[in-house]
């Protein structure tokens, strides 16, 4: 049976990790929390740290910086993953010079096939100026492709602005 996919997207700093969080802790399964980031420096350690202490106990954790497939094809129905972020993992690709079409494919067909319910946290970077370098735009239109993508095969799709969450598809 497929996963129950939730996609919440917002801007850097919104609230949207905050938000998943509870959806994940308010489901009461076992939680699964897939990570994403690198640490290439003492300030991204930092941001780790606080949001481990945010996310309190009760969670296990898996840090899969590229290859989230393995990850999510080992969870089962007991259990809600939160993947934090989709928009991290893209970087890691893009510095990687991976091909981003075959990795967004590979982790899509991950994420239908999964048996857990999936919290996939997103940014969404097209809401600014457009970037003066072909490296940001390359990534931003990427960002976007991604964002649509995930948006298509999620039954539920959460804006959060300001910490305040609004369903774009679906319901709260």
């Known amino acids: 049976m497929p996963s129950k996919v939730t996609f919440i997207l917002g801007g850097a700093a919104s609230g949207k990790s905050a938000y998943a969080e509870k959806l994940c802790v308010n489901s009461r ?68 010079e991976a091909d981003l079409n075959t990795a967004q494919d590979v982790l899509l067909a991950a994420l239908e096939r999964c048996t857990a319910d999936v919290v996939v946290v997103s940014n969404e970077v097209g809401h600014g100026i457009v970037p003066d370098n072909a490296l940001a735009r390359q990534f931003r239109e990427a960002q976007g492709r ?19 969450p609004r369903a774009l598809k679906g319901q709260l």
């Open 146 to 164: 991604l964002n649509i993508a995930l948006a298509q095969i999620a039954p539920t799709v959460i804006q959060v602005t300001a910490g305040l």
């Open 29 to 96: 399964k076992d939680r699964i929390y897939l990570a994403t980031s690198q640490v290439f420096d003492t300030e991204m350690r930092a941001k780790i740290d606080r949001h481990l202490v945010q996310r309190g106990p009760g969670w296990t954790t898996y840090e899969a910086p590229m290859e989230l497939a393995s990850v999510l094809d080992s969870l089962n129905e007991t259990q809600i993953c939160l993947l934090d972020c989709a928009t991290m993992w893209l970087s890691n690709q893009m510095l990687a």
